[in-house]
C-alpha cells in the first residue's frame, strides 16, 4: 500500500511538473536548435568583411594603435571591452557605449583586423535571425525577470525528468524494455513513443537541462563575483577616481601573460566597466586546451602605471557557468558535436510534444468516459 501511494505522488510530480513546463521547454528546444549552428547560419545569411589571411607567426598590430584607430570611426562613444574574436584569430572586437555606465548589452560591436589594425565592420547583429532566436531562448526579451522565469521553468524540466525515470520502471514491468505496441490504439503508440524516446534521453536531457538553469543564472553569478572576489581584488583602490587609462593596452596585456606565459588573452575590460574597477584594465586570460578555453583567469593592471595588482583563479561558481555554457548548446566538440546535440534536441521536442498530446487527449477523453460511465485507464499502464 505505502509503494503505491509513493508511486502516486511521483506520477502525480511527473504529471503537474511536466505540464507546467513543457510549452516553454518546446520554446527552448525549437529556438536552441537553430542555435547549435548558430556560425554557420551567420556566415550563410550575412556576408561578413574577413581580414586579410596571414602566415603563421605574423606579427600583431600594437593595440593602442588598434583601439585608436577604431575609436576614430565612432567618435563621441566609450570604449568598454576589447575582445578577441573566438571564431577568427585575425579579427579583435571593440565593444563601445555612449557613457562608460550604460548597459553593455546595447554596445555597438566594432571588428578590426588584428594584423594590421584596419577596421573591418561594424555589423547590427540585433535583425538577425540568430539573434531573435538566442533573446528567445534566453530571456523571451524580458531581461533578468525572463531568464530567472526560464531557470525556474528548467528546474521543472529536470524534476519531471527524474520523477520520469522513477515512474517509468513500474508502469512498464509488464512489458519489455522499448516495447512499441503497434495494433493498439493510437495513444498507447504515441504512450510507447514518448516512454522510449524519453527514458533514452534521460542522462542528456538532465545535462542540458541543469546547464540551461545555470546559465539562466549568469547575471546574478556575475554581480556575486563582484561583490566578492573583484571587490576584494580592487579594496585598495575603491577611493580612486575613474582613470582616463594612460597606461598602455599593448602593455597592459604583456604584464598579464608575464605570470601566466601558457595562457592567451580572451578581452581587457576597461576602467568602470562591470568585470573592472574605476582604475584597472582587467586582462581576462584563458587557457590553451579544450577545457582551459572556456575557463578565465583575470589580472588586474593599474591603467595608470601600467603594472600588476592582483591575479586570481575565478572562484568555483564562476567555473561552473563558464563550462555550463558551451555545453549547453554542445559548441566545444565541432560539427560532430553539433550534430548530435541537435538529433538529440528533435528527440526532446518528439518526447514533449507526445506528452502534451497524451495530455490533452486524455483531457478531452475524461468527459467523454464520464458521459459513458466507463472508468478511464491510467495513462501508464493503457
Known amino acids: 500500500m505505502g509503494n503505491h501511494a509513493s508511486l502516486r505522488r511521483w506520477i502525480w510530480i511527473h504529471k503537474w511538473s511536466s505540464i507546467v513546463c513543457t510549452a516553454f521547454m518546446l520554446l527552448l ?38 583601439v585608436a584607430a577604431g575609436m ?70 524580458a531581461g533578468l525577470p525572463g531568464k530567472l522565469f526560464l531557470g525556474l521553468m528548467g528546474l521543472l524540466f529536470c524534476v519531471a525528468i527524474i520523477s520520469g525515470i522513477v515512474v517509468y520502471a513500474p508502469s512498464m514491468r509488464k512489458l519489455r524494455f522499448g516495447a512499441y505496441r503497434r495494433e493498439r490504439p493510437r495513444v498507447v503508440r504515441w504512450l510507447d513513443v514518448h516512454n522510449l524516446a524519453g527514458i533514452l534521453l534521460v542522462l542528456w536531457a538532465l545535462v542540458v537541462g541543469a546547464t540551461g538553469v545555470i546559465n539562466t543564472w549568469a547575471d546574478l553569478v556575475i554581480k556575486i563575483w563582484q561583490f566578492g572576489q573583484l571587490a576584494e581584488m580592487t579594496a585598495q583602490y575603491r577611493d580612486r577616481p575613474l582613470s582616463t587609462a594612460a597606461a598602455s593596452v599593448e602593455t597592459a596585456v604583456r604584464t598579464a601573460m608575464q605570470g601566466e606565459p601558457q595562457m592567451r588573452p580572451a578581452f581587457i575590460a576597461f576602467p568602470g566597466t562591470l568585470f573592472s574597477s574605476k582604475s584597472h584594465y582587467a586582462v581576462f586570460l584563458r587557457g590553451s586546451t579544450p577545457l582551459t578555453t572556456k575557463l578565465l583567469k583575470p589580472a588586474l593592471i593599474d591603467a ?28 566545444y566538440g565541432g560539427m560532430p558535436m553539433k550534430v548530435v546535440w541537435a538529433v538529440l534536441d528533435v528527440v526532446t521536442i518528439v518526447v514533449l510534444a507526445t506528452g502534451l498530446y497524451l495530455w490533452l487527449r486524455r483531457r478531452r477523453a475524461a468527459p467523454a468516459l464520464v458521459r459513458g460511465g466507463r472508468v478511464q485507464p491510467s495513462p501508464a499502464n493503457p
Open 29 to 66: 528546444c525549437i529556438t536552441g536548435l537553430p542555435l547549435i549552428f548558430h556560425d554557420e547560419i551567420d556566415d550563410l545569411l550575412h556576408t561578413q568583411v574577413k581580414a586579410a589571411e596571414v602566415a603563421e607567426g605574423t606579427p600583431l598590430v600594437n593595440l593602442d594603435l588598434l
Open 72 to 141: 576614430a570611426t565612432v567618435p563621441g562613444q566609450v570604449l568598454h571591452f576589447l575582445i578577441w574574436d573566438p571564431d577568427d584569430r585575425n579579427a579583435v572586437m571593440l565593444s563601445v557605449g555612449k557613457s562608460i555606465d550604460v548597459d553593455p548589452s546595447n554596445n555597438r560591436i566594432i571588428r578590426m583586423d588584428a594584423h594590421t589594425g584596419a577596421y573591418l565592420d561594424a555589423p547590427d547583429v540585433t535583425g538577425r535571425f540568430t539573434y531573435i532566436m538566442l533573446k528567445l531562448h534566453t530571456d523571451m526579451f
Open 304 to 331: 595608470d602605471t601600467g603594472t600588476l595588482t592582483d591575479s586570481r583563479d575565478l572562484p568555483w561558481y564562476v567555473a561552473t557557468l563558464l563550462i555550463s555554457q558551451p555545453l549547453h548548446f554542445g559548441d
